[in-house]
């Protein structure tokens, strides 16, 4: 079992910059693929961003690549995304998952365990 917990969420300007992090418990997290998605309001959950178990490989929904970076730190059991050049549309929950593989996923059923999330808030 895996426990993750999202900080680092708040409301910002657009044009800003936010650095959310998702602390795993548990001694397997650097076995793991790791995953950031996102809610708006009526909206369906998304995919943001996702990174393998070693870190080598990163993966990003194109309405955040080159704005956001997805990486890790498996000695702190850390996975972090940082999210700049933030829009108004980038508003949502912000959630992240544990993939017990250790691979890239895009999809919301490929994750095992998620977290409670965190609101992104970003004023115009």
């Known amino acids: 079992q895996v426990q993750l917990v999202e900080s680092g969420g708040g409301l910002v300007q657009a044009g800003g910059s936010l650095r959310l992090s998702c602390a795993a418990s548990g001694p397997r997290f650097s076995s793991y693929g790791m995953g950031w998605f996102r809610q708006a309001p009526g909206k369906e959950r998304e995919f943001v961003a996702a990174?393998?178990?070693?870190?080598?490989?990163?993966y990003y929904a194109d309405s955040v690549k080159g704005r956001f970076t997805i990486s890790r730190d498996n000695a702190k059991n850390t996975v972090y995304l940082q999210m700049n050049s933030l829009k108004p549309e980038d508003t949502a929950v912000y959630y992240c998952?544990?993939?017990?593989?250790?691979?890239?996923?895009?999809?919301?059923?490929?994750?095992?365990?998620w977290g409670q999330g965190t609101q992104v808030t970003v004023s115009s």
């Open positions: 990174i393998n178990w070693i870190g080598g490989t990163t």
């Open positions: 998952a544990a993939e017990k593989y250790g691979r890239i996923a895009t999809y919301a059923d490929g994750y095992a365990y």
